[in-house]
């Protein structure tokens, strides 16, 4: 029992050793002691309830991607039955309920068009992303797989998650936390961001830039009414400029969309000082481009960001070097925005904030500081408890005690686990069980002594016989932190994992170290009396 | 030197002898707490009931100015707010459900935050905003629902584990004492109306985590006593186990209250109602322990040949029951 070999006794110092110089990064910082750069420096991340920052949840609108998987099956069809060769002819093709549906012209083609379809509905992936079936003798019915769509949402999410990602960076705050939470949730956190409007403005927009002509032959009394012209298409102007509120016409097919774009910067038009953002295409977007404004000079076209129209300038010359310039009313910031937006490329889903917050910087350094104020005056009060209490024993307690909070904390920054408010609640707790371990041991040591044991066989009685509730009371402590994890969500969480890794600390720590240091002791000194 | 005892050697207080007017007065609290708390209801923050919160400090005077914020806030037409001191007495909590558009147009909720924190910013010149919360009644909903799964599952798994590791009257004890412990510490809750939001939850799984290791402590010298004395009746095993370990009881309460303490006295005031909540629950987790997890044993029958090994009878839950496994 009080018998260590050589080699468990260098590996438990090792292991000690080890986690303290873990610690020692985030002690500095939370002092305010710098910390040289040459060393490695993994530190605990404070939350933002410590650190001060703002934190969205946005959910996706995942009726979006079935929509838009539904128009992009449909043309589809349309092109490989049209491209076949010879052509499938087919009529009465719609998209309604969420399932596509057409009827061939010439029912003995059924084979045909269904060898056709199949490189569509199996998909690329391993997955069958649509279930074919023909009705009647020659209808086609599409219905999408609900593993296809559950494919195409976690795609879409993956991209999104991206996009969210490469704008937030583009802001240029520190250390921003962007996870991809359940199926259909995007959690972002920006710790000393204290405008969490940037934050929104810039993730509230999907960037989907287009360029469309503008249908001249639409009369605007048929616009008022939301009429367009065969082909066409109403679009409103964009809130903030200058025709907000009404609404044009844009020929819906032979536009251009912006997902071609290499570069987009703010700058500013150089005669009116209007606030623009450049944007570079890639060669072939840029082609595409220089086609397009060729062919229509003297006409206008409008630029179309997420359905809204900026502005509908005329061309005046076709715009060949792969370069165009959009104007909208902007501000130099919200110029800024758009450029950034465009560069990071366009969200596949709209994403909505259904959850913020934002906490001072002021409150989070408050909390931190007096949180640690308290926590050292309690700690400082309860190590002189133990040594008054339990003597040698009780200063073994103590040593136990100050290694377990230095290797919790540095098991913690080599994890780069997050410290939140509830956090230091389970950091009280971890500390409350290590001391009970340690009360546990001695009172029973106590006991054994007051029942006539010798020293050694007290202390090896009381360590054998204090393992047994200590064990017990842990692991249930470890189910219940791990059921936590499993079912709670934010704070609950942080909270599960500072009990989860205090628990391993703090037996290690109470038992096993202050069992190795007792054992030396009594080695050494062989003592016949015991102060407890 | 002369140590410290904070129990006198000798101690032998009949805890038992106390065991029916203390349950009588227990299960009286605890249907007491269940009433409050269906009848009253929690004050549920805006994790769990969705809306806006605005905390805002005022940092030039000592109590924040509240009869003239809710003047204030109340003019910009979005309803009454419930306008709370949190923590320190110069600073408040401010709540408004959500309006409703926001189900249509997110952006409203942000409109409304903007023009709140202007008008504050613009009436009140030292209000500082520290903290703007704003959850959608999705999402608290789901906030809500999960916390008290994983409270439920792990009270649950809790009992389970004892049940095994000792016997099914163990369980049954502990998920008592558990019980005992959430309710009360609810009942408080919705007594005294303190807000009750996901930090709080911490605070209650802390209560959990504390009292369960009391009561353990309690079961396993229960266990150990009835091996070692089996001619012993119950209730004195009971009484017997509860004084030997009233030693270690005090001790550790003593500890985790003194570091609580220290935090409620001197912590931040955004910890002040979880740290409040955690210190009562100590009391309520230790007393539970002493009062509700033994006595019960004796009503569900605990067997004193649970323990002992069967002659020729070596079986596993046997050999785990003894702690040898």
Known sequence: ?532 | MRLLKLVPDDTNIHFLKWRVPFYSFSTLLIVASIALVLIRGLNLGVDFVGGQQILVTFTQSKEAPVAELREQVAGLGYGEPVIQIAGAQNEVSIRFPLPEEVAKNPAASDAMTTKIVKSIEAEFKDARIDDLTSVSGKVSGELFSTAMYALGFAMLAISIYIWVRFEWQFGVGALFALVHDVSLTLGMFALFQIEFDLKIVAAILTIIGYSLNDTIVVYDRIRENMKKYRKMQLPEILDLSVNETLARTVMTSLTILIVLVALLLMGPASLFGFTAAITLGIFVGTYSSVYMAAPILIWLGVDSHSFVPEENVGDKADALARGEA
């Open chain 1, 1 to 532: 029992m009080l018998d260590f070999p050589g080699w468990k006794k260098v590996w438990l110092w090792f292991l000690t050793l080890t986690a303290v110089a873990a610690a020692l990064p985030t002690i500095a910082s939370l002092s305010g002691v710098k910390w040289p750069e040459a060393l490695p420096g993994p530190q605990v991340n404070l939350g933002l309830d410590l650190a001060g920052g703002s934190q969205i949840l946005l959910e996706a609108n995942t009726s979006q991607v079935a929509r838009q998987r539904l128009e992009s099956m449909e043309e589809d069809v349309r092109r490989v039955l049209r491209q076949a060769s010879p052509a499938i002819r087919i009529g009465d093709l719609s998209s309604s309920n969420g399932r596509i549906s057409f009827l061939l012209d010439d029912a003995t083609q059924v084979d045909r068009a269904r060898e056709e379809l199949l490189p569509l509905v199996n998909g690329s992936g391993p997955v069958r992303e649509w279930n074919l079936e023909v009705v009647d003798g020659s209808r086609f019915v599409l219905t999408p797989t609900k593993n296809g769509l559950e494919q195409a949402i976690s795609n879409a999410m993956d991209t999104a998650t991206e996009v969210v990602r490469k704008r937030i960076d583009a802001l240029g705050t520190r250390e921003p936390t962007i996870i991809r939470e359940g199926d259909t949730r995007i959690s972002v956190q920006v710790p000393g961001l204290s405008d969490p409007e940037a934050l929104k403005s810039l993730l509230g927009q999907t960037a989907k830039l287009e360029f469309k002509l503008v249908d001249v032959t639409a009369l605007q009394s048929d616009i008022v009414q939301g009429i367009a012209p065969p082909g066409s298409e109403i679009v409103p102007y964009a809130p903030g400029t200058p025709l907000a509120g009404t609404s044009i016409a844009v020929k819906r097919l032979g536009g251009i969309r912006g997902d071609s774009l290499t570069n987009a910067q703010q700058s500013f038009e150089q005669r009116s000082n209007q606030a623009v953002v450049d944007i570079t295409f890639d060669q072939a977007g840029g082609k595409k481009f220089a086609d397009l404004t060729a062919q229509n000079v003297g006409k206008p076209f409008a630029i179309i960001l997420d359905g809204q129209v900026l502005s509908a300038p005329n061309i005046n010359e076709p715009i060949l070097g792969g370069k165009a310039q959009i104007s909208g009313s902007f501000t130099a910031e919200s110029a800024n925005q758009l450029a950034i937006s465009l560069r990071s490329g366009a969200l596949p889903v709209d994403l909505t904030v259904i959850q913020q917050g934002t906490v001072g910087p002021e409150l989070g350094a408050d909390s931190i500081r007096k949180g640690l104020l308290a926590m050292s005056i309690g700690s400082l009060a309860v190590l002189m408890l133990m040594g008054f209490t339990y003597g040698r024993l009780g200063l073994y307690a103590n040593a136990a005690l100050v290694v377990n909070v230095l290797m919790l904390l540095g098991v913690m920054a080599a994890f780069k686990t997050t410290l939140t408010l509830p956090g230091i609640a389970g950091f009280v707790l971890t500390i409350g069980a290590a001391v009970d371990a340690n009360v546990l041991i001695n009172e029973r040591i106590r006991e054994e002594r007051k029942r006539g044991r010798r020293v050694v066989a007290a202390i090896e009685t009381g360590y054998k016989e204090a393992s047994r509730a200590i064990f017990d009371a842990n692991i249930t402590n470890v189910i219940a932190a791990v059921l936590l994890f499993a079912f709670g969500s934010g704070p609950v969480r942080g909270f599960a994992v500072v009990l989860m890794i205090g628990i391993v600390t703090s037996v290690f720590t109470a038992v096993t170290m202050t069992r190795l240091w007792v054992a030396g002791w009594l080695r050494k000194a062989r003592p016949q009396e015991l102060n407890i």
